[in-house]
């Protein structure tokens, strides 16, 4: 007899904090050995069919299979790192006004100490409004034991103010760069996901 297929409102919840967090650890840093190992073998094909992530997922995971891990990890360095000016920015601030540490990074300081989080300069040198440190928030927001804070109410509030009103820039600067391969995937996949939590969001209105 097999297993059928268990579809809960708490699977869903946590396959949203897992892509949360898996789409800010491909950002923040190039991604780890035992992380690209992971992806490579990762399911493509979703529980139901015509999922709207389904294709951008499998996308992602083929890009995965076909680059090794050095290419990955300088396609990071490429895009996101090196001294200076960096090729793409990831910050909210960058992409709402122009300018970094800007008043999209105040607005956000704020919230954050509202909600009780604030960033640990000793895990984490970027500033709050890299989309990494948004989207752990979010992930936080998802998955946090406290339903007095992680709950639909914030995380829509948070979502439509601190994500909802850049992401879809950056991942049109993401894949509008000629060195962009993996983290076009990565892009169109996070995309993908901010449309569906936007639709979801939305419904809650």
Same mark, same amino acid.
Request: proline letters at 4%; glycine letters at 6%.
């Given at each position: 007899?097999?297993?059928?297929?268990?579809?809960?409102?708490?699977?869903?919840?946590?396959?949203?904090?897992?892509?949360?967090?898996?789409?800010?650890?491909?950002?923040?840093?190039?991604?780890?050995?035992?992380?690209?190992?992971?992806?490579?073998?990762?399911?493509?094909?979703?529980?139901?069919?015509?999922?709207?992530?389904?294709?951008?997922?499998?996308?992602?995971?083929?890009?995965?299979?076909?680059?090794?891990? !050095?290419?990955?990890?300088?396609?990071?360095?490429?895009?996101f790192g090196g001294v200076g000016k960096p090729e793409v920015y990831v910050y909210a601030s960058h992409?709402?006004?122009?300018?970094?540490?800007?008043?999209?990074?105040?607005?956000l300081r704020t919230d954050l100490t509202a909600l009780g989080l604030t960033r640990d300069a000793a895990t984490m040198?970027? !500033?709050?409004?890299?989309?990494?440190?948004?989207?752990?928030?979010?992930?936080?927001?998802?998955?946090?034991?406290?339903?007095?804070?992680?709950?639909? !109410?914030?995380?829509?509030?948070?979502?439509?103010?601190?994500?909802? !009103?850049?992401?879809?820039?950056?991942?049109?600067?993401?894949?509008?760069?000629?060195?962009?391969?993996?983290?076009?995937?990565?892009?169109?996949?996070?995309?993908?996901?901010?449309?569906?939590?936007?639709?979801?969001?939305?419904?809650?209105?």
């Amino acid at each position: 007899m097999t297993q059928p297929h268990l579809s809960s409102a708490l699977d869903e919840e946590t396959a949203r904090a897992e892509l949360y967090g898996l789409i800010a650890e491909l950002f923040y840093a190039p991604p780890r050995a035992e992380l690209l190992a992971q992806l490579r073998v990762a399911a493509t094909d979703a529980p139901a069919a015509g999922g709207f992530l389904e294709e951008p997922w499998r996308q992602l995971v083929g890009v995965s299979r076909e680059m090794d891990d !050095t290419q990955i990890q300088k396609e990071h360095d490429a895009l996101f790192g090196g001294v200076g000016k960096p090729e793409v920015y990831v910050y909210a601030s960058h992409f709402l006004t122009g300018f970094l540490n800007e008043k999209p990074l105040a607005q956000l300081r704020t919230d954050l100490t509202a909600l009780g989080l604030t960033r640990d300069a000793a895990t984490m040198s970027e !500033t709050e409004d890299h989309v990494s440190y948004v989207f752990e928030v979010m992930r936080f927001l998802v998955a946090g034991d406290d339903v007095s804070v992680s709950n639909l !109410t914030q995380q829509a509030k948070f979502f439509a103010t601190h994500v909802q !009103t850049w992401l879809p820039a950056l991942c049109d600067a993401v894949q509008a760069h000629p060195r962009a391969r993996f983290y076009a995937a990565l892009a169109e996949l996070t995309r993908a996901f901010v449309s569906v939590e936007t639709q979801g969001f939305d419904l809650l209105t």
